[in-house]
């Protein structure tokens, strides 16, 4: 199975095949409109802005399993996203990551990366007793643990680097730019 074999919903209902994106760079992040990484979207818009053009794509997928942080359906979410930070990535319906109703395509995500750690900022100590609370084995598996965690597509469909949300978002853009 390759990330070319999934297919997922559109924020307007479409069935999209991730075919569609083949030889692109793909950075695909679960997002949450009500969370303290949500300003992260500004960061996403500049990196997309930047490399757009050179083949990258943002697929963004909001989801409401952490801490009930992205309520709304998905046209309000999306009037949030482009209203709020002027968003031009696509975005897709509002899915689960984690879990038995979790979408294939994150369910293959958790299972072909690690977790990476949240490091050891204060925000990561806050983030490992979270996710803690969670899965007292968190740091054993590969399941997303919280909102913004990112994962770093190349142009041959690989997993090349998975990023925690407390990861800096300068860190995420220098690894897309090698990988592009």
Known sequence: MSIYD???KAQDGREVSLSDYRGKVLLIVNTATGCGFTPQYDALQDLYDAHHDAGLEILDFPCNQFGEQAPGDDEEI???CTGR???TFPQFSKVDVIG????PLFAWL???SKFEGFGKSPMALMMNGVAKKMDKDFKKNGAVKWNFT????????NIV???E???SMKSVAEQVKAVL
Do not use: C, M
């Open 150 to 157: 990112k994962f770093l597509i190349d142009r041959e469909g």
């Open 85 to 87: 930070y002027g968003i």
């Open 78 to 80: 999306h009037s949030f």
């Open 165 to 167: 949300p407390t990861a």
């Open 161 to 163: 680097a998975r990023f």
């Open 6 to 8: 999934f297919k997922v």
């Open 100 to 103: 038995e109703h979790a979408i």
């Open 110 to 112: 958790s299972e072909n």
